[in-house]
């Protein structure tokens, strides 16, 4: 019978390092989890506010305006015009 105490002893002592470094491995990856959770549901967020912002036209670019100095004579020449 006591070959088979020592046996239940030795698992009993080995589970319960086991556990142990479970334990310190939950406590370390209970913040990251935390903060992937977090950084999840803030994309959620942006996601749904930001959907309907992006169906709303904006303001529109003005077009470019050529530098070229032909172009600037151009419009010297039409304003003398008006």
Avoid: F
Avoid at 21 to 28: F, G, M, N, W, Y
Wanted: aromatic share 0%.
């Amino acid at each position: 019978m006591r070959p088979l105490l020592g046996t239940i002893t030795a698992r009993e002592q080995a589970l319960s390092a086991e556990a142990e470094q479970v334990r310190a491995q939950l406590d370390e990856l209970t913040p990251q989890l935390r903060e992937l959770d977090q950084e999840t549901e803030h994309l959620r967020i942006t996601r749904k506010t930001g959907l309907p912002l992006a169906d709303e036209p904006g303001p529109q670019p003005q077009p470019a305006r050529p530098e070229h100095p032909a172009h600037q004579q151009i419009l010297a020449v039409l304003a003398e015009a008006r």
